[in-house]
């Protein structure tokens, strides 16, 4: 049987067309259900997420609403050297790093201490610790506006708790809103207040996931509780303390904007100390209506934030696989 | 000698009795909640006692007259009352349900797109465009400025609560779904009438979050909403506080505007904290087991 070359290439062709059209249909029928229960999620990634991506352009712009993203002129590298040629860059890097070691560093022992404590009532009386919790969980649930609210009714000056408290004392009223040098530490307490609770149950899962044999053992040894917290419940969790924090570094160049923006309710005389990335993205393009400075900000802060949690996770990978984040 | 024994079992005792963790936990709760109690207090107390004594633990002279005045003049909290709920219910139930499809699918060891797929969502927790091209997409191209969409679109598929899903579905048991495929069940059936049904904690937990999310939602109306009749309720607070703000750092601005008093504002503040509170009791039975689900590898 001699068949002419181009047909039998046309057959193969042909075969393998079939092949690939039925081996679609059946992968399809396979995977398509999920692929398209995917999809709506997929999509809103795509427009809200992927598509600002490409949006960075816009750091290397001179962006002008009129002409539109595409055809506004390039200038290089000319917004961020105004950028880094104001004193503003450095202020709020150095503002958004210092505050959020303050933060993971308080937050982090705070969290500790109170799964270490609730470790220890909760199993003799469970209806306080459920209100311990639930009591120190609260204020996680509550928006930064309302926060802004309970801060104020602390700290304003005329009539504010805290003033008042003072001048009972007989000692001197402080302008807390024009005295920039208080605020990293009524910062460091909100964030403490708002998030120490929910960090804690982080914690006290970690707790409650060691084996009991340990600890009864440790109780047939003749060890004090004291013993037991020091030298089992301690350096069992302390992977688990490493990865949070190491998780909480890779977010080290985000700040949480709610914090900073309600609760020094936007008061310039304390940007000193209170100004920070987010704060300064945001007030540069809706404020300022300086885009492209704003996008060189933001652009710089989304890269450094890259490599960090991308190089928290690695460290994170090489102290336990389990919890890396990718 | 026989003191130093009943001390030491004094001491003993009260180590036992764990007494001194209680009443540290006590006082740490109750500072967790000082804040609430002044807020409070403040909405009950009169506006010439909030003057006098300033914000206190329990109202000096009791007063209902805040309340009076919001239940009168109710067209402005009411309304923004009316666009919370709709964007919080709204958002976070089709949220939800979207979430939960693609944590589903991406959950799913045999669904062949599953790497490539889970890579594709959990990227964007890593990088992102920064605020300028976001706010320039939604802005200028999607036309969503003064939209309830610009208040519900942007969160409905957030990849930590799908990471949170996916985890969850991932441990459910899969003998039910070859049964169920046995059956000749679709995955559609799947999805809705096994994994769903046995995924009440994990449902419930992001269901929370997202609401949360939505009804403590500012930062969205601060970007894209300058019509009042679309203010929700955290930006009028944010607002209404603002404004006392320019109003007492430019005194000449003040020409008409009607501030709330103090009391006012600050039950305005226990009506956006209420429903919290209640969401808040209702699901918290599932909460803890929740938050601990984000184990997060595959």
Known sequence: MQQPLVEKVQQQQHQVSITRSARFRRMWAKNGSLFLMALPGLLLLFVFSYLPMFGIIIAFKDYRAAQGLFDSAWVGLKNFEFLFGTQDAWRVTFNTLFLNSLFIVTSTTGAIFLALMLNEVRERSKIMTNFYQSALLLPHFISYVIVGYFVFAFLNTDNGLVNHTLAGFGVEQISWYSSPQYW??????????????????????GILAINPEYFEAAKIDGASKWKQITRITIPLIFPLV?????????????????????????????????????????????????????????????????????????IVRRVDSDKALF | MITTVSRKSFWDRLKSSNLIIHLILLILSIMALVP???????????????????????????????????FRDFGQILNSYLITLIVSLGGSSVGLLIMS??????????????????????????????????????????????????????????????????????????????????????????????????????????????????????????????????????????????????????????????????????????????????????????????????????
């Open chain 1, 184 to 205: 990293p530490t009524i910062l460091t307490s909100v964030n403490l207040w708002k998030h120490v609770g929910f960090n804690s149950i982080i914690y006290l899962s």
């Open chain 2, 36 to 70: 609430f109690l002044m807020l409070i207090s403040a909405s009950f107390s009169s506006e010439i006692a909030i003057g006098k004594y300033g914000y206190t633990l329990f109202p000096q002279q009791f007063s209902m007259e805040a309340y009076d005045y919001l």
């Open chain 1, 242 to 314: 490493i990865i949070t924090t190491l998780l909480a570094i890779g977010r080290i160049f985000y700040a949480d904007f709610g914090l900073f923006y309600q609760v020094t309710r936007d008061n310039g005389l304390l940007y000193p100390t209170t100004d920070v990335l987010d704060t300064y993205v945001y007030r540069a393009l809706r404020v300022n209506g300086d885009v492209g400075m704003s996008a060189a900000a933001g652009l710089y802060q989304a890269l450094i934030g890259f490599i960090l949690v991308v190089g928290a996770n690695w």
């Open chain 2, 101 to 298: 499809l693609l944590a589903f699918s991406l959950s799913r060891k045999d669904f062949r797109f599953r790497k490539p797929l889970s890579f594709y969502v959990f990227f964007t927790m890593l990088f992102n465009g920064g605020l300028v091209p976001w706010y320039i997409l939604i802005t200028q191209y999607l036309h969503l400025k003064n939209t309830m969409f610009a208040l519900i679109l942007p969160y409905l598929v957030i990849p930590w609560f799908v990471l949170l899903l996916r985890t969850y579905f991932a441990g459910l048991p899969t003998e039910l779904f070859e049964a169920a495929r046995i059956d000749g069940a679709s995955e559609w059936r799947l999805f809705f009438q096994i994994v769903l049904p046995l995924s009440t904690p994990a449902l419930a937990t992001v269901g929370l979050f997202s609401l949360l999310q939505y009804w403590n939602d500012w930062w969205l109306a601060l970007l894209f909403i300058d019509d009042r009749k679309l203010f929700p309720l955290q930006y009028l607070l944010y607002t209404i506080q603002s404004n006392i703000d320019a109003i007492s750092q430019n005194p000449e601005m003040n020409s008409g505007v009607i501030i709330p008093t103090q009391g006012v504002r600050m039950a305005m503040a226990v009506l956006a904290i209420g429903p919290i509170i209640f969401a808040f009791l209702f699901v918290q039975r599932y909460f803890v087991r929740g938050i601990t689900l984000g184990g997060i590898k595959e």
